[in-house]
């Protein structure tokens, strides 16, 4: 089963989350064949000053 794991900042609501989820479930079905749903995607939000950019801190 393929996992696809997306790490992002905190934001979307639950609605784009949903979309999200939708969107990249079927766009990697779509280009390696895979049935749909076989694919697992997870969405992990990770607070702003746990990122860096270029050595600095986002949040």
Same mark, same amino acid.
């Given at each position: 089963?393929?996992l696809? =794991?997306?790490?992002q900042?905190p &934001?979307l609501? /639950?609605? =784009? !989350?949903? /979309? *999200?989820?939708? %969107? @990249?479930? +079927?766009a990697y079905a779509?280009a390696? &064949? !895979?049935?749909? +749903? %076989? @694919?697992? @995607?997870t969405? *992990?939000?990770?607070?702003?000053?746990h990122? $860096? @950019? $270029? &050595?600095?801190p986002? $949040?």
């Open positions: 089963m393929p696809i =794991q997306i790490s900042t &934001g609501s /639950a609605e =784009q !989350k949903r /979309a *999200t989820i939708d %969107s @990249v479930t +079927k779509e390696t &064949g !895979k049935d749909p +749903k %076989s @694919v697992w @995607v969405i *992990t939000e990770v607070p702003r000053e990122w $860096g @950019v $270029g &050595g600095t986002l $949040g």
